[in-house]
């Protein structure tokens, strides 16, 4: 797998920094959408852990959230702050987020966009497995 960036290539670009910052990789990028990559969200120092250890399947949308700020990042050439303000048609599969290995694939495809905000489509994916998908709007 090639990697077009990495953590810390992201890390300039999100405003989520040291074990927040969930993304590995970009796969793949462009005006209308990103591919990244996670296999960090495993790690024990994941912030998003609950007392006792696990890690529930919604957790994947703040994976999915910085994807699409990335994304917003990447299209502006600098870093942008932003609030996600309203989640639609959100479906999550059964069970942990980190019940299995294996690296996560993370899609924002953005769906409408303008300098207050943006829609995207998001999926969240492991070995071809879709585990959360939705629509997420964010606000500048």
């Not at 994976?63 to 996600?84: S, V």
Request: aromatic share 4%; charged share 20%; with cysteine.
């Amino acid at each position: 797998m090639t990697l077009l960036m990495d953590r810390e290539m992201i890390a300039t670009l999100i405003p989520h920094a040291g074990a927040m910052c969930l993304l590995d990789g970009v796969l793949f990028w462009d005006a209308a959408c990103v591919r990244c990559v996670s296999w960090r969200y495993t790690q024990a120092d994941n912030p998003l852990r609950r007392p006792d250890g696990t890690l529930g399947m919604a957790c994947a949308i703040e994976l999915a959230g910085q994807a699409m700020a990335l994304h917003g990042g990447l299209a502006a050439g600098k870093p942008e702050q932003g609030f996600l303000v309203s989640l639609r048609d959100v479906r999550l599969a059964g069970g942990q987020l980190d019940s299995a290995e294996g690296e996560l694939m993370i899609e924002a495809a953005l769906l409408m966009g303008d300098a207050t905000g943006a829609t995207y489509r998001f999926i969240v994916s492991r070995e071809g497995a879709e585990l959360v998908s939705g629509r997420a709007t964010v606000k500048r």
